[in-house]
Each structure stands twice: as structure tokens, then as C-alpha cells.
């Protein structure tokens, strides 16, 4: 395998899950940060990073740890005086779950007030992932300086991922967030939709028309997820293609981070010279082992088992 260098951008959250009615679990996860865990377990040998920024406090230190007991670095990540993680908290009804959120002094919306400090920690990578919450937790200058920052990186041979997963909380109005994203598309080479998100914002009447639409913004590579239904992608590259796949069936425990997880199935699978097809097939599976977990992560080792076959 050659070598590879891998960067997800965004904010990673201290998450309480719940072990019963009165116990509850922190553990650390964030959308960008639970897809870039499953590239890590899934690319034992490339170098991984999480680009974000971290406060002063306590939580930072040992979120900084969990990351490196983990194989992940921070790269040129900037902390900030006074500033702290963010927080949130799973509540689950069966495998369905809802969140509550702490965020407003969050050191991970400063991610981008040093645009040097950004183009360290992009440069050299061969793949840089990030995602609408990235853009929303930040002001406009600074979405603008982490988009001109990608595009730097882009053009100097990184491949940009972007999952649009868009929160309507997290924006001042719906078309803010829909001009941000297509802002993004600009700079992206495989985009990662979901069709329910893209439905709300963009009014797409079917995961193809939200395939359509992606490939008419110029994204060569669309994978459009659809939950417990088939995912679909197409492709420019080598002549184009399109293909679509099915989950395997699976007893859920807790849905929450299964996305993510697909998103780093489907980009490790691609990294490592599978197909679009192929890599369908096994994003799916990555996703179902994060479904039979509690919490975000799923275990390294069920990550890989689930990704071979």
C-alpha cells in the first residue's frame, strides 16, 4: 500500500450514552471524527490526524489523549484560553436515538482563525474529509477560510470528501446552509450525501435526483446514503459508472454514528484500490457494525472484521 495521510476536519464532542437510568458513559466522538475512527482502524498503516481546535481545560487534555491512545494525531490544531469541548448526550427510544447539545463555547468553532496554522495541517495529505456540521459550527469569514484552504490542498493532489449532513439547528436559515454546501461542492472530488437531509434542504424527489444534482455541481464521485435503504453511487471517473447496494440485515442496538461509519468504509475501501461497487458493499458492512454498538464507535477490531467479509 502506498504511503497515506489522512485528515478529517471538524469538531469532536464529549458524548454521555447512557448505561442505564442513572449512569451514564463520556466517551469522545463527532461526526468527521467517528468516520475518521473507522479509517483509522481500517488503514492500519496510513497516518491519521483530526484537524480541529481545543481549549485549555481539562477535557481537552484528555480528549487529546483518547486520540493518541487511538493512533490519531492533531496536527497544527490550535488550543484556545478559556475555550472547551463541546458536549452532548444520547437518548435512545429501541435503536432510535435523540440528542441533546452543549456547545456554545466550543473550542472547535476557532478551527479555522489561523489560515496557516489550517494549510500545515491539510498539506501532504492524500485525503482530507469534512462535512456541513464543519461548516456550520463556523462564522462565514472563517468557512470561507477553511473552503480556500481545501481548495489549496485539493490542487496540490488531495482528495477532498465532504458529507453535506446537514443540521438545521446548527445554521441561522435554510438558505445559508444550502449556499455553504454548494460553496463546498466546489471544492469536493466524492461527496457523501444522505437523500433525507438532502430531501429537507434541496427538495429532491429521490436518492437519483440528488445523485443528478451532485453530478451537475461537478462532484465526480457521489455516494448517496438512504439509511436502511440502498445506497447509490455514481462516477466519472474511467469512463463513469453507476451502482447502488443494499445493507445486509441487521438487528440494530444503537443507530447512532452509522453514517459516519459508512463514510469511512466506503473511503478506505476507495483508498485502497477498491471500486465504487466494491466499496459500497463494504461502507454497508462498516455501517453495520457501528449499529450493533453503543455509542459512536464501534470497536477497531469489529470495524475490520465487518469490512473484510
Known sequence: MPD????????????????????????????TFNTLWALRALLPQAACDYVTAFGDDPFSDRQIAFFAAAGIGVAASPRHAGLRPGLYAIALDGAERSFTYWRGDSAARRL?????????????????????????????????RLLAALGEARAAGTRIAFDPNHRPRLWPDAETARRSIVAALAVTDIALPTFDDEAALFGDADPAATLARLRAEGVGEVVVKHGAGTALAGWTAGGGGRAEAAPPAI?????????????????????????????????????????????????PQALRAAFAG
Open 251 to 299: 438487528v440494530p442496538v444503537d443507530t447512532t454514528g452509522a453514517g459516519d461509519a459508512f463514510n469511512g468504509g466506503y473511503l478506505a475501501a476507495r483508498l485502497t484500490g477498491h471500486g465504487p461497487a466494491e466499496a459500497l458493499a463494504r461502507a454497508h458492512r462498516a455501517a453495520g457494525a457501528a449499529v450493533t454498538t453503543h455509542g459512536a464507535l464501534a470497536a
Open 112 to 144: 479555522a482563525d489561523d489560515p496557516a496554522l489550517l494549510r500545515k495541517s491539510l498539506s501532504g495529505r492524500t485525503l482530507a474529509h469534512f462535512s456541513g456540521i464543519t461548516l456550520a459550527i463556523l462564522e462565514p469569514a472563517a468557512r470561507g
Open 4 to 31: 497515506l495521510s489522512v485528515a478529517a476536519i471538524g469538531e469532536c464532542m464529549l458524548e454521555l450514552s447512557a448505561r442505564g437510568d442513572e449512569l451514564w458513559r463520556m466517551g469522545h466522538a463527532g461526526d
